[in-house]
């Protein structure tokens, strides 16, 4: 029951951010937090996310010194997902994930050494949807209370941590 639940939370959380084509990614500096916008992976989410970067980049120092991290999702719905990043240089999963768009945007082939991958373990979601999902929640709340949905009322936190 447990991990059909948790099964159904990551559809939700799939849902949410599949069409997002960008993502702001917080990591741990010594001075604090730092947001950057990243390139959304085109592959179904399953708990973790993948991200493209370069070793010459402060995001691949500040992961080697502190993996707790969030990504943050605005479209249709707002999405926060916290996790724990790691740094993988697998050239298998490199050449799965690479696109002709990133060759432009990095100038380069994902068979560089500089090039690494990002893969953020999900822990837990923080979503709010504002579709028709959202609108019908809305609905439902004011005929069963009589009383009218705030926008702060439709928001869900889902553990995603096995």
Known sequence: MVEMLKQEEMETVRELIKDIDT??????????????????QEVEFD????????????KYEEILHEQD???AYAGKSYVSIRGSAEIVSDLEKKKELWSKAY???????????????IKIQAE???????????K????MYKRMTGQSAKSTDINETVELKK
């Open 47 to 58: 708990g973790d996310l993948w991200f493209f970067t370069k070793k010459e980049t402060d």
């Open 69 to 71: 991290v969030n990504v």
């Open 124 to 134: 837990a979601a923080e979503y709010w949807d504002t579709g028709n999902f959202t």
């Open 23 to 40: 993502a702001m990614l917080t990591t741990v500096t010594e001075e604090g937090l730092v947001s950057r916008p990243m390139k959304t």
């Open 103 to 117: 060759e432009k945007i990095m100038q380069t082939s994902y068979d560089s050494p500089d090039v690494v991958l």
């Open 136 to 139: 019908k929640i809305a609905f």
